[in-house]
């Protein structure tokens, strides 16, 4: 099928640029980008009113809980809100019941996801057998069976000599490493970040250090062994600093922030509302700003949902004890046009971090609007307003922060290799 998109805007997060254009695929790809011209005879045409037509987002970090828990997230649902969200490409984690820690466990899941996910779905493993951070996996086998990168997700792996080895193993197969930067020590056990909020509420707290101090240690490994390293959550401006530095002395050093982080901040627990309780926890506001516009200035490259299911039960329970994490797969394209609508940044920078970056770190052909990339795309209107019914969300679990919350735009549609798997309604 041949599809011609005309009265678009066009964002290239490639070039930086936003352009009014038209667009045609063919084949499953992006034929060619022109502006509004005469469409191929055997093209369907889509007028797009003037709406925003940019690459899918490439979704690093997202957890499906297949296999083990399969009641709070499974692929085909995960699925439908990662579409519903203009989301094209998930990157999932290996945070599941067993761990994706052995070459059978990931063939599982791959089959899976082809099966019910209607977008790519793309596994990470896990770096260490069970994610308990003593022996590491058979990286070789897994990245032969598909996987992406290896990552113990939250559990840092205390022990360095460990996380040395796989690091240099990992740098001699060319795979790439993803790391939770926190002082593990420090973090447990905590539910905020220690200041005068944390203080009055009577929570357990964690400093801002811990997370510079997590990520110290592991720039000092990787300039020890030379490994590809991307930090999953830098959420705190002291952590910049240390990131700039290791960025330019050569270091093979990505990192990235999850849009939680970016749109909202530790007042936000207000009456412990256990819903905005995440793991790092919310930062003060400085630290918010500080990040958002070390993502407008690409020190942080990606921007991910960080999507954690958690059901009911294990929300609706004593701020301390409730579980960590939000979904956002759906509510990741309007928290981060929050960002746009302040002006800390344009929409190609956006696109940067939120679809070029992440596809080009783990070297996906996707994240470009661009002749011969995949016809990956979503259609988008970054002015709708709307306020957020959780209720209405596809993901089983429906534990958002932002919900009730009056928020800006709306994917009209999404694209797969040029197959429409979403349509607003």
Not at 229 to 245: F, K, V
Not at 394 to 411: A, E, H, L, W, Y
């Amino acid at each position: 099928m041949t599809l011609h998109f005309i009265n678009a805007q066009l964002i290239d997060p490639e070039a930086g640029t936003l352009t009014k254009g038209a667009l045609t695929v063919r084949d499953g790809r992006i034929e060619r980008i022109a502006a509004n011209d005469e469409p191929p005879g055997d093209a369907q045409i889509i007028d797009c009113r003037g709406k925003y037509l940019a690459p899918g987002i490439v979704d690093l970090g997202v957890k499906v809980c297949e296999p083990g828990e399969r009641h709070k997230e499974s692929y085909r649902s995960a699925g439908l809100a990662a579409a519903a969200g203009g989301v094209t490409t998930m990157i999932t984690r290996p945070d599941t019941t067993p761990a994706i820690d052995s070459p059978e466990v990931l063939e599982f899941v791959t089959r899976r996801a082809n099966e019910a996910a209607p977008v790519n779905v793309i596994p990470m493993a896990a770096l260490t057998k069970g994610r308990a951070g003593q022996e590491m996996t058979e990286i070789g086998f897994l990245m032969d069976a598909g996987a992406a990168a290896f990552t113990d997700c939250d559990h840092v792996v205390t022990d360095t000599k460990v996380f040395s080895r796989a690091l240099t193993y990992a740098r001699s197969l060319g795979a790439l490493v993803i790391a939770h930067p926190q002082e593990p020590i420090l973090s447990a056990g905590a539910a905020a970040t220690s200041g005068k909020f944390a203080s009055l509420r009577g929570l357990p707290a964690v400093s801002p250090m811990a997370e510079r101090m997590g990520l110290d240690r592991d720039i000092a490994l990787i300039e020890m062994t030379g490994a590809k390293y991307h930090a999953d959550q830098i959420t705190t401006a002291r952590a910049l600093p240390a990131l700039e530095r290791a960025k330019r002395n050569g270091l093979d050093i990505t990192a990235g922030v999850g849009v939680h982080h970016l749109t909202l901040n530790a007042l936000d627990v207000a009456d412990y509302r256990t819903f905005f309780k995440l793991k790092p926890p919310l930062r003060d506001e400085d630290d918010r700003l500080a990040v958002a516009h070390a993502v407008a200035s690409g020190l942080i490259d990606i921007i991910c949902s960080m999507h954690t299911p958690q059901d009911e039960e294990s929300k609706r329970l004593p701020f301390e004890e409730a579980a960590s994490g939000a979904v956002g797969l759906e509510t990741l394209l309007p928290a981060a046009l929050r960002l746009v609508h302040a002006e800390v940044m344009d929409l190609p920078t956006l696109w940067r971090a939120l679809s070029l970056n992440p596809a080009k770190r783990l070297n996906l052909p996707g994240g470009r609007l661009s002749a011969g990339a995949p016809a990956d795309l979503v259609l988008f209107d970054a002015d709708a307003p709307f306020k957020l019914d959780r209720a209405t969300l596809r993901s089983k679990s429906r534990n958002t922060p932002f919900d009730g919350m009056r928020m800006q735009g709306k994917v009209l549609k999404t694209y797969v290799a040029g197959n429409c798997v979403f349509e607003a309604p």
